[in-house]
């Protein structure tokens, strides 16, 4: 698509010019290529000799790698430093362990098929993946790929998985096969509404799961291979599942009423008499007759492009004028079979930085490649995309000007671009600059371009409109409210910093001691009167923080937003803390231990009895088993390489729910973790008061 293509081009030459942050990558762990067949295969693909020592200087060079052949590999070992591999296919090899690739975190596709690997553990840090083989091999557990947000194809057939419970996560997955296991419940990927294709065997599922397998089909989910021939319906991307395929009358789409009505959260009546459906929710009345080319609208006549229809014992009403009457855009975009219906909506960057209000229109798409677009949209042939670019990673005393005159300069060097306009706007009262571009290939323009950097407190943000339509202005009234509606969210640190940042240390401290006691903590000390707590608290200040070389409540030289937690830790009754180098291993009832402590600063939520720990392997899986309120319960941790696998906080979050209370977690820059027990009301109240960034467990 020549709009992606642009959109690519665009970019470059501000990455190029340093004018946005490219990546880096940190040090890597030294290695050494100890399986030959592996060696082999890197100096196929690197073009090198025997001669040749397979060290950081070459493995860094290494982008993809296809291991094949009659030799069989049996260890990655030494591929640590291959920290730039993107593409890695080796399948039908020996491999058994891959823990020497749990830290290539630019992998985006990973095939490890046909190989005696019963762990995928390593792989759940590789937030980069998009493609990821595991079929046929001895994997019985995927639990530790929910976390792979990115992934849209995963070959998972012919293994030994019987839940499919950890991909209800992965709301990207396009492509999926699971034929080949003893799976019975499908309702996990119900709400992946990317979905559109489809590999499961039939026999093997529940009845529940064989109907939703055929509301996938009637709802454009191609299964087993056999091409989608229905018509797909999402709303705010969420597909809508019906029972019976949508319908062409007249060029007009008609879908069965009751599920888009209910999808769209309107109280249904139908008259059986008069064949008519009356729905309402709030603002909107509608009133449609089965075969009445008229309805109504808020009591006012609308014309109808094609009559609601009963065919075999189902209404079908027409998709566009009832989405258009609830108030959302209606678009149809043919090469994909499906029809949006979006309504006006605020939308956040992936980084959390930034919110805009954008319209129906405006369909998200994945971003193009190598972009580092945080949105990306598309309305017909016009795109709209955004980067951050914090002020930390910008050139140092860059000011706006000089930024628009580098990027200005850089898109004169290039004989594609032909700039047009430069002039400084207002976008929602910040400052800003507006660049408009034409793209031209073979002396012809293609496509025209508008670039607004808006300075924000403690970012630039860079919004594109990429224009290919011949008609502009309707499309740049559009931009301008975009652009009007930009609001600069400020992160936890930073909020903090602007609220404790000016407070001398020991005034930090003691602010902090002061709002914990008032909040129940330090229950030991509740005898104390206001001078004797000061007294105890600042003396403890005074031993630990005044005089030593580190005082995380001196904001002189950095701020630290994790300050509270240090005098939080002094309350060992209700905060757990640890540095993460607890030694978790087989024999050692890390878990147990654990239990036992978090039991104590449960606040009585959590009480556990008779816990026993026990390790399948080596490298787990783990099962910690105990008695809660007279049952029996289970937790699931995963090996994590001598360190806790937090993300039981998860499990025990769901036990512990009827008591009113959770665990919360929070982790500082030093690796160090702190666990609390609060209310979800005393949770929200750190979060909006302290700024504490508490790690949410999904």
Same mark, same amino acid.
């Given at each position: 698509?020549?709009?992606?293509?642009?959109?690519?081009?665009?970019f470059?030459?501000?990455?190029?010019?340093?004018?946005?942050p490219?990546?880096?990558?940190?040090?890597?762990?030294?290695?050494?290529?100890?399986?030959?067949?592996?060696d082999?295969?890197?100096?196929?693909?690197?073009?090198?000799?025997?001669?040749?020592?397979?060290?950081?200087?070459?493995?860094?060079?290494?982008?993809s790698?296809?291991?094949?052949?009659?030799?069989?590999?049996?260890?990655?070992?030494?591929?640590?430093?291959?920290?730039?591999?993107k593409?890695?296919?080796?399948?039908?090899?020996?491999?058994s362990?891959?823990?020497?690739?749990?830290?290539?975190?630019?992998?985006?596709?990973?095939?490890?098929?046909?190989?005696?690997? *019963?762990? +995928?553990?390593?792989?759940?840090? %590789? $937030?980069? &993946? #998009? !493609? =990821?083989? /595991?079929?046929? *091999?001895? +994997?019985?557990?995927?639990?530790? %790929? $929910?976390? &792979? #947000? !990115? =992934?849209? /194809?995963?070959?998972?057939?012919?293994?030994?998985?019987?839940?499919?419970?950890? &991909?209800?996560q =992965?709301?990207?997955?396009?492509?999926?096969?699971?034929?080949?296991?003893?799976?019975?419940? &499908?309702?996990?990927?119900?709400?992946?509404?990317?979905?559109?294709?489809?590999?499961?065997?039939?026999?093997?599922?529940?009845?529940?799961?064989?109907?939703?397998?055929?509301?996938?089909?009637?709802?454009?989910v191609?299964?087993?291979?056999?091409?989608?021939?229905?018509?797909?319906?999402?709303?705010?991307?969420?597909?809508?599942?019906?029972?019976?395929?949508?319908?062409?009358?007249?060029?007009?789409?008609l879908?069965?009423?009751r599920?888009?009505?209910?999808?769209?959260?309107?109280?249904?009546?139908?008259?059986?008499?008069?064949?008519?459906?009356?729905?309402?929710?709030?603002?909107?009345?509608?009133?449609?007759?089965?075969?009445?080319?008229?309805?109504?609208?808020?009591?006012?006549?609308?014309?109808?492009?094609?009559?609601?229809?009963?065919?075999?014992?189902?209404?079908f009403?027409?998709?566009?004028?009832?989405?258009?009457?609830?108030?959302?855009?209606?678009?149809?975009?043919?090469?994909?079979?499906?029809i949006?219906?979006?309504?006006?909506?605020?939308?956040?960057?992936?980084?959390?930085?930034?919110?805009?209000?954008?319209?129906?229109?405006?369909?998200?798409?994945?971003?193009?490649?190598?972009?580092k677009?945080?949105?990306?949209?598309?309305?017909?042939?016009?795109?709209?995309?955004?980067?951050?670019?914090?002020k930390?990673s910008?050139?140092?005393?860059?000011?706006?000007?000089?930024?628009?005159?580098?990027?200005?300069?850089?898109?004169?060097?290039?004989?594609?671009?032909?700039?047009?306009?430069?002039?400084?706007?207002?976008?929602?009262?910040?400052?800003?600059?507006?660049?408009?571009?034409?793209f031209?290939t073979?002396?012809?323009?293609?496509?025209?371009?508008?670039?607004?950097?808006?300075?924000?407190?403690?970012?630039?943000?860079?919004?594109?409109?990429?224009?290919?339509?011949?008609?502009?202005?309707?499309?740049?009234?559009?931009?301008d409210?975009?652009?009007?509606?930009?609001?600069?969210?400020?992160?936890?640190?930073?909020?903090?910093?602007?609220?404790f940042?000016?407070m001398?240390?020991?005034?930090?401290?003691?602010?902090?001691?002061?709002?914990?006691?008032?909040?129940?903590?330090?229950?030991?000390?509740?005898?104390?009167?206001?001078?004797?707590?000061?007294t105890?608290?600042?003396?403890?200040?005074?031993?630990?923080?005044?005089?030593?070389?580190?005082?995380?409540?001196?904001?002189?030289?950095?701020?630290?937003?994790?300050?509270?937690?240090?005098?939080?830790?002094?309350?060992e009754?209700?905060?757990?803390?640890?540095?993460?180098?607890?030694?978790?291993?087989?024999g050692?009832?890390?878990?147990?231990?654990l239990?036992?402590?978090w039991?104590?600063?449960?606040?009585?939520?959590?009480?556990?009895?008779?816990?026993?720990e026990?390790?399948?392997?080596?490298?787990?899986?783990?099962?910690?088993?105990?008695?809660?309120?007279?049952?029996?319960?289970?937790?699931?941790?995963?090996?994590?390489?001598?360190?806790?696998?937090?993300?039981?906080?998860?499990?025990?979050?769901?036990?512990?729910k009827?008591?009113?209370?959770?665990?919360?977690?929070?982790?500082?820059?030093?690796?160090?973790?702190?666990?609390?027990?609060?209310?979800?009301?005393?949770?929200?109240k750190?979060?909006?008061?302290?700024?504490?960034?508490?790690?949410?467990?999904?």
């Amino acid at each position: 698509m020549k709009l992606k293509f642009l959109s690519v081009v665009l970019f470059s030459f501000f990455a190029v010019s340093g004018v946005l942050p490219t990546p880096s990558s940190a040090a890597a762990p030294q290695g050494k290529i100890e399986d030959p067949v592996l060696d082999k295969a890197i100096r196929a693909e690197l073009k090198l000799d025997d001669s040749a020592v397979l060290d950081e200087k070459y493995l860094k060079e290494l982008t993809s790698l296809y291991v094949h052949g009659e030799a069989k590999m049996k260890s990655l070992k030494g591929l640590e430093l291959a920290y730039n591999l993107k593409t890695l296919l080796i399948a039908g090899q020996e491999i058994s362990d891959l823990s020497p690739i749990s830290k290539l975190y630019k992998l985006s596709f990973l095939a490890v098929e046909k190989n005696p690997i *019963t762990n +995928v553990c390593p792989l759940a840090g %590789l $937030s980069e &993946l #998009e !493609k =990821l083989s /595991i079929k046929n *091999t001895q +994997v019985e557990d995927i639990g530790c %790929l $929910s976390d &792979l #947000e !990115k =992934l849209t /194809i995963l070959d998972a057939s012919d293994s030994s998985i019987g839940s499919i419970a950890p &991909l209800a996560q =992965l709301k990207e997955l396009k492509w999926l096969s699971i034929a080949g296991n003893p799976v019975q419940d &499908l309702s996990p990927i119900s709400g992946i509404h990317a979905l559109t294709n489809l590999y499961v065997d039939r026999d093997s599922l529940g009845d529940a799961s064989k109907q939703l397998l055929e509301q996938f089909e009637r709802s454009g989910v191609a299964i087993n291979a056999a091409a989608a021939s229905s018509i797909t319906v999402k709303m705010n991307e969420d597909r809508i599942l019906f029972d019976h395929a949508p319908v062409i009358e007249n060029g007009t789409t008609l879908v069965q009423f009751r599920p888009l009505f209910e999808k769209l959260g309107f109280t249904i009546k139908w008259d059986g008499a008069t064949s008519t459906i009356q729905a309402s929710k709030q603002g909107v009345n509608l009133s449609l007759q089965v075969d009445s080319a008229q309805a109504s609208l808020n009591n006012k006549p609308k014309p109808l492009d094609a009559a609601p229809k009963n065919i075999d014992g189902s209404v079908f009403v027409p998709v566009r004028f009832v989405g258009e009457a609830s108030g959302y855009e209606v678009t149809w975009l043919a090469a994909a079979k499906t029809i949006y219906l979006m309504p006006e909506r605020e939308v956040v960057s992936s980084n959390g930085r930034l919110k805009l209000k954008v319209g129906g229109q405006w369909l998200p798409q994945t971003p193009p490649a190598n972009s580092k677009y945080e949105l990306f949209f598309t309305s017909g042939n016009n795109g709209l995309a955004t980067v951050t670019s914090p002020k930390w990673s910008v050139k140092e005393g860059l000011k706006l000007t000089d930024l628009t005159d580098l990027i200005k300069q850089e898109a004169e060097s290039k004989q594609m671009y032909k700039v047009v306009d430069v002039k400084p706007i207002k976008v929602n009262g910040l400052d800003a600059s507006q660049i408009t571009y034409t793209f031209s290939t073979d002396g012809k323009t293609s496509f025209t371009a508008i670039h607004t950097i808006v300075e924000g407190k403690y970012s630039y943000f860079h919004i594109f409109l990429f224009v290919g339509d011949v008609v502009l202005t309707e499309v740049s009234k559009a931009y301008d409210n975009i652009l009007q509606s930009l609001q600069e969210i400020k992160l936890p640190y930073e909020l903090s910093e602007e609220k404790f940042g000016a407070m001398k240390p020991s005034e930090r401290y003691m602010d902090a001691a002061h709002y914990y006691r008032n909040m129940g903590f330090f229950e030991k000390d509740k005898t104390l009167n206001d001078i004797q707590f000061d007294t105890k608290f600042g003396d403890a200040y005074r031993s630990n923080y005044a005089s030593a070389d580190w005082n995380p409540f001196d904001a002189s030289e950095y701020y630290d937003e994790y300050a509270d937690l240090y005098v939080l830790q002094k309350d060992e009754d209700r905060v757990w803390s640890d540095n993460s180098e607890t030694d978790v291993s087989k024999g050692k009832d890390a878990y147990k231990q654990l239990l036992e402590v978090w039991s104590r600063i449960s606040r009585g939520s959590f009480k556990p009895t008779d816990i026993r720990e026990t390790w399948e392997k080596e490298d787990g899986p783990i099962t910690v088993s105990f008695t809660l309120g007279g049952q029996k319960k289970e937790l699931h941790a995963d090996y994590v390489y001598g360190y806790f696998d937090l993300g039981i906080v998860k499990e025990l979050n769901a036990m512990i729910k009827p008591a009113g209370y959770e665990f919360a977690v929070v982790s500082n820059y030093d690796d160090e973790t702190f666990v609390m027990v609060l209310s979800a009301e005393e949770k929200k109240k750190l979060q909006e008061e302290r700024y504490l960034d508490f790690i949410t467990y999904e």
